[in-house]
């Protein structure tokens, strides 16, 4: 059964640091890119980075750019988002998914298996 399980999420202030991991079961992520992805309250979810099949390419949107930064550990099975300098604005439930990863499918990334989800909140 294929499954992505997200963890690390949690409550921080402004300024503070997390990092999210996504562990993968049911298959091998070595030859998948892999998205997270962001949906806060009342927003539509919306795309934060692809990380490309072995590591080759790191996408990010605009607001995120200089402070989160992805990574995938294959031997794991897991990909992660560190996220620095979080804001109010980060707050949201992220998710992981296998993805599209190119310049082409910036900043939709075409996903498709889906994670659970992780609650990110970011308040003083």
């Known amino acids: 059964q294929v499954q992505l399980v997200e963890s690390g999420g949690g409550s921080v202030q402004p300024g503070g640091s997390l990092r999210l991991s996504c562990k993968a079961s049911g298959f091998s992520l070595n030859f998948y890119s892999m998205a997270w992805f962001r949906q806060a309250p009342g927003k539509e979810r919306e795309g934060v980075s692809c990380?490309?099949?072995?590591?080759?390419?790191?996408w990010y949107v605009d607001s995120v750019k200089g402070r989160f930064t992805g990574s995938r550990a294959d031997d794991e099975n897991t990909v992660f988002l560190e996220m620095n300098k979080l804001k109010p604005e980060d707050t949201a439930v992220y998710y992981c998914?296998?993805?599209?990863?190119?310049?082409?499918?910036?900043?939709?990334?075409?996903?498709?298996?889906w994670g659970q989800g992780i609650q990110v909140t970011v308040s003083s």
């Open positions: 990380i490309s099949a072995r590591a080759g390419k790191v």
């Open positions: 998914a296998e993805a599209q990863c190119s310049d082409s499918d910036y900043p939709s990334w075409n996903p498709r298996t």
